[in-house]
């Protein structure tokens, strides 16, 4: 976890990564990966989506790709994964 707190402040795009490993779009991650960046995407948005003047703070651009990826993807994960992103 600590590592990707660390990859949060450095990674441009970082939601839109946790969103592409939680699809499992490539096929090889495990269910357990998915859940986790899942998880990990729920409380990234929680910390920071109107959170003006922290280290992080999403762009206008990471929202709008959000908005634009999360309604699809909710439509084809598993349920535990829903759960999670539509928290």
């Keep these: 976890e ?11 795009n970082f939601p839109q990564l946790l969103l592409s490993i939680s699809s ?8 357990h990966v998915r859940l986790a960046a899942s998880l990990f995407f729920k409380n990234f948005c929680k910390r920071h989506w109107d959170m003006e003047g922290t280290m ?4 206008e651009e990471d929202r709008l790709a ?22």
């Design 24 to 31: 499992g779009s490539n096929g090889v991650l495990e269910a």
């Design 66 to 87: 959000i908005k634009q990826i999360i309604v699809e993807l909710i439509t084809r994960v598993p349920a535990n994964i829903q759960s999670q992103l539509c928290e």
């Design 56 to 59: 992080v703070s999403l762009t």
């Design 2 to 12: 600590e590592t990707l707190r660390q990859l949060e402040l450095t990674t441009p």
